[in-house]
């Protein structure tokens, strides 16, 4: 008789979804390029605190932070598209779930996507 093994990958990942949909009623996703950039500066600065996180085996990162000064969750899905090994190009996406529209609109803009703004985005892409 075998015996069911739970896959670990999934469960690990279904923890972390049910850590973000319980948190609060107040959601925001985004998805982006480059999420490694935002990860190491919400590990390396004090607006929040690591939770979590998980690194499978083709290296795609997922992690869970917690705000300090709202107290949202912040998760952070990175993801690489190429299959390639010299392919560079990731992207993910970031979930925001916070128990206040205060708290989300500060955790907002704590992660700067404010700044966003089409002009500057098309900007970048020519150097001048």
């Known amino acids: ?3 069911h093994v739970p896959n670990p990958l999934a469960f690990a990942m279904e ?3 049910v850590a973000i949909n319980t948190h609060g009623d107040f959601t925001y996703v985004r998805f982006g390029r480059d999420l490694d950039r935002l990860r ?3 590990q390396s600065g004090s607006d ?3 939770v979590r996180r998980l690194t499978d085996l083709d290296g795609e990162v997922t992690s869970l932070f917690e705000s300090q000064s709202t107290g949202a969750l912040i998760l952070v899905r990175e ?3 190429c299959d390639a090994g010299e392919c560079d190009f990731e992207m993910g996406d970031v979930s925001i779930s916070a128990t206040s529209h205060e708290s989300l609109m ?3 803009s704590m992660l700067e ?3 966003d703004d ?3 985005f098309l900007g970048s892409l020519h150097h001048e």
């Open 79 to 81: 993801v690489h598209v």
């Open 106 to 108: 500060a955790t907002t």
């Open 118 to 120: 089409p002009e500057d």
């Open 15 to 17: 923890e972390f979804n």
């Open 40 to 42: 190491v500066r919400l």
């Open 113 to 115: 996507f404010d700044r």
């Open 1 to 3: 008789m075998t015996s």
């Open 48 to 50: 929040a605190r690591l």
